[in-house]
């Protein structure tokens, strides 16, 4: 079970990240955010690009190396935490009005940080 929840993980930074390098826009999109200059789709693909991909890389090591596996999923599962955390934050003080994205992605992350632990 614990292999298969890295591997999900894992697959869905991959993607994020390959789809962030590829079209930046079109990720930041659903959160009203647009990028009309080329510092700001750097910015979206060193942020959700490369750390996704990194991200990922990490898991991939922590499925093969069961020496490396804690603390790769422990940071993994904090760094979701904290994302998850700043969507609950946004949630109290901003009031989405709509569950996606803000609340979608705030359950994602939480579900994911939880199983890494897990």
């Known amino acids: 079970m614990t292999l298969l929840v890295i591997v ?6 991959f993607g994020m990240g390959i789809f962030a390098l590829v079209r930046p826009a079109a990720l ?6 647009t990028l009309p200059i080329p510092e ?16 990922a890389g990490v898991l991939a090591l922590a499925a093969s190396n069961a020496t490396l596996r804690d ?11 904290g994302m ?8 109290v003080v901003d009031r989405p ?19 890494l632990l897990w």
């Open 8 to 13: 999900l993980t894992g697959v869905f930074f």
């Open 28 to 33: 930041i999109r659903p959160f009203g955010i």
């Open 40 to 55: 700001s789709r750097a910015e979206v693909r060193a942020v959700y690009g490369g750390f996704g991909l990194a991200i």
């Open 71 to 81: 603390g790769i999923l422990i940071t993994v599962a904090a760094a979701l935490g």
């Open 84 to 91: 998850a955390f700043g969507r609950l934050v946004s949630g």
């Open 97 to 115: 009005k709509a569950f996606y994205p803000n609340w979608f992605y705030f359950l994602v992350e939480a579900v994911a940080a939880a199983a």
